[in-house]
């Protein structure tokens, strides 16, 4: 495993291309782009302001920034490097900006969600689409670009208009029967679309792409609901993460449940496996400490090696006491992510807040804990095989597989925190964003996580 030189980064704006080729980060005004293997600097291009949001269209040829305080979008070619446009929203401000799949139309939402501003970068032509609803998840492109769902607010009523990305026409509009609707998510397929109620009603809603309702779910009622969904890549499952520390997962034949994923403070079965993450301790004498340099002893104490062990069974996991008065409390599952192969779910309760659980789906069954030190911030799968990579806000990065479980320092001057991360679509490169810099990590594919002699005993 080899690491980067680091680079400066602002608002942990940092980008893979699609295809891979290219790395985008923003420092300030300024996009940086740089080749994903050499990381040399292939462009760069001067904003008129902060940059607040970046994207890549779906072909890697274009890249936009969002300046939302100036109600700006600029966009960038990669090909043409004169080339650029600059699109102003002027008195309607703008909140967000997206692509299209076909890389050639951009989506811009006005402040108040008065509209969103469809922009052809083709023929210049502009399209307008009212009533769009401020929600979480409110904007959703099936995978193949071909229809986008979009979450709308009339008269007090919720809304989903389903329109045709080629030209834009209203394909579907139908109401859904939900109180306040808070997201909606395509299937990877592109044959069922989720939607689901705010937190104060428990309701998934499952719709055809013709608008007629398949299914409704709800687990309780007069409670706090749901927290997060995902589909599996397969199509076939729907987890539904609430609040009340579940992960409910349905199926796509008849949409009911199939199972029901707990996360108890205490771990009392053998056959599970729980990393606990513990400081290696320093092999510094304390004799040696009064002949450093203050620096030098200041750099390994502030940041100690860890490792991981196997805790032996029963094991209590540490819990956050929520503080119940207040908006927005730190209960119920708020992550979750199924695996690119769909073997294994991700998931991390918000009261046990140190904690990832990893859960066997063909088994339907707990099957590795791993409990940090420290909260965890970010967890995301490598795309080409079941390795998830996990970051805390410290300076290490957390591999685990099926093979075994790593804690990697992140080398550099300073203390480098882990905020982010993103992986490269091959699997064999991944993003670390910090504060104000970012870093590379190389791995070795042909090397499986855990099975590296060094590696070998952190985890046995």
Same mark, same amino acid.
């Given at each position: 495993?080899?690491?980067?030189?680091?680079?400066?980064?602002?608002?942990?704006?940092?980008?893979?291309?699609?295809?891979?080729?290219?790395?985008?980060?923003?420092?300030?005004?300024?996009?940086?782009?740089?080749?994903?293997?050499?990381?040399?600097?292939?462009?760069?291009?001067?904003?008129?302001?902060?940059?607040?949001?970046?994207?890549?269209?779906?072909?890697?040829?274009?890249?936009?920034?969002?300046?939302?305080?100036?109600?700006?979008?600029?966009?960038?070619?990669?090909?043409?490097?004169?080339?650029?446009?600059?699109?102003?929203?002027?008195?309607?401000?703008?909140?967000?900006?997206?692509?299209?799949?076909?890389?050639?139309?951009?989506?811009?939402?006005?402040?108040?969600?008065?509209?969103?501003?469809?922009?052809?970068?083709?023929?210049?032509?502009?399209?307008?689409?009212?009533?769009?609803?401020?929600?979480?998840?409110?904007?959703?492109?099936?995978?193949?670009?071909?229809?986008?769902?979009? *979450? &709308?607010?009339?008269?007090?009523?919720?809304?989903?208009?389903?329109?045709?990305?080629?030209?834009?026409?209203?394909?579907?509009?139908?109401?859904?029967?939900?109180?306040?609707? *808070?997201?909606?998510?395509?299937?990877?397929?592109?044959?069922?679309?989720?939607?689901?109620?705010?937190?104060?009603?428990?309701?998934?809603?499952?719709?055809?792409?013709?608008?007629?309702?398949?299914?409704?779910?709800?687990?309780?009622?007069?409670?706090?609901?749901?927290?997060?969904?995902?589909?599996?890549?397969?199509?076939?499952?729907? *987890?539904?993460?609430?609040?009340?520390?579940?992960?409910?997962?349905?199926?796509?034949?008849?949409?009911?449940?199939?199972?029901?994923?707990?996360?108890?403070?205490?771990?009392?079965?053998?056959?599970?496996?729980?990393?606990? &993450?513990?400081?290696?301790?320093?092999?510094?004498?304390?004799?040696?400490?009064?002949?450093?340099?203050?620096?030098?002893?200041?750099?390994?104490?502030?940041?100690?090696?860890?490792?991981?062990?196997?805790?032996?069974?029963?094991?209590?996991?540490?819990?956050?006491?929520?503080?119940?008065?207040?908006?927005?409390?730190?209960?119920?599952?708020?992550?979750?992510?199924?695996?690119?192969?769909?073997?294994?779910?991700?998931?991390?309760?918000?009261?046990?807040?140190?904690?990832?659980?990893?859960?066997?789906?063909?088994?339907?069954?707990?099957?590795?804990?791993? &409990?940090?030190?420290?909260?965890?911030?970010?967890?995301?799968?490598?795309?080409?095989?079941?390795?998830?990579?996990?970051?805390?806000?410290?300076?290490?990065?957390?591999?685990?597989?099926?093979?075994?479980?790593?804690?990697?320092?992140?080398?550099?001057?300073?203390?480098?925190?882990?905020?982010?991360?993103?992986?490269?679509?091959?699997?064999?490169?991944?993003?670390?964003?910090?504060?104000?810099?970012?870093?590379?990590?190389?791995?070795?594919?042909?090397?499986?996580?855990?099975?590296?002699?060094?590696?070998?005993?952190?985890?046995?």
């Amino acid at each position: 495993m080899n690491f980067s030189e680091v680079f400066k980064l602002s608002s942990l704006l940092c980008k893979f291309s699609p295809d891979g080729k290219y790395l985008a980060s923003c420092v300030q005004y300024r996009l940086v782009v740089r080749d994903a293997n050499t990381l040399q600097v292939v462009q760069l291009y001067t904003c008129l302001d902060q940059i607040q949001h970046i994207e890549w269209s779906a072909d890697s040829l274009f890249i936009l920034c969002a300046l939302y305080k100036r109600g700006l979008v600029q966009v960038w070619s990669l090909e043409q490097p004169e080339w650029h446009c600059k699109i102003d929203e002027g008195s309607a401000g703008l909140v967000a900006s997206c692509w299209s799949p076909d890389g050639r139309h951009i989506l811009n939402t006005t402040e108040f969600h008065l509209r969103i501003t469809v922009w052809s970068l083709c023929t210049k032509s502009v399209s307008y689409i009212k009533y769009p609803k401020a929600c979480q998840q409110g904007l959703a492109f099936t995978r193949d670009g071909r229809y986008l769902a979009l *979450a &709308e607010r009339r008269d007090c009523r919720d809304y989903v208009s389903i329109f045709v990305c080629s030209d834009w026409q209203l394909l579907r509009h139908f109401d859904t029967d939900t109180q306040d609707l *808070a997201g909606i998510e395509w299937a990877p397929n592109g044959c069922v679309l989720a939607a689901w109620d705010s937190c104060l009603e428990y309701k998934v809603l499952l719709y055809s792409l013709d608008g007629r309702l398949l299914s409704t779910y709800c687990a309780y009622e007069w409670s706090l609901g749901i927290k997060s969904v995902a589909w599996s890549p397969s199509s076939q499952f729907l *987890a539904v993460g609430s609040y009340d520390g579940k992960v409910r997962v349905l199926n796509h034949v008849t949409w009911k449940m199939i199972t029901e994923f707990g996360h108890p403070a205490t771990i009392n079965n053998p056959k599970i496996v729980v990393y606990k &993450e513990a400081e290696k301790s320093p092999p510094l004498g304390l004799g040696h400490l009064a002949f450093l340099p203050p620096r030098a002893v200041a750099g390994p104490l502030s940041s100690p090696e860890s490792k991981y062990e196997i805790a032996e069974v029963p094991v209590s996991l540490q819990t956050l006491k929520p503080a119940a008065d207040r908006a927005n409390p730190r209960i119920g599952v708020g992550a979750l992510a199924f695996s690119p192969d769909n073997y294994f779910l991700a998931t991390r309760n918000d009261n046990i807040p140190n904690a990832v659980w990893v859960w066997d789906v063909q088994k339907l069954r707990l099957f590795a804990v791993l &409990e940090q030190l420290s909260a965890v911030r970010a967890f995301q799968w490598d795309p080409r095989q079941p390795r998830l990579a996990i970051c805390t806000g410290g300076s290490k990065v957390y591999l685990w597989s099926p093979a075994g479980c790593v804690s990697v320092q992140v080398p550099g001057e300073g203390d480098f925190q882990v905020l982010s991360l993103c992986w490269h679509l091959s699997g064999d490169s991944l993003a670390l964003l910090g504060k104000d810099h970012f870093c590379l990590c190389f791995l070795e594919t042909e090397e499986g996580v855990g099975t590296a002699s060094g590696q070998r005993g952190d985890h046995t």
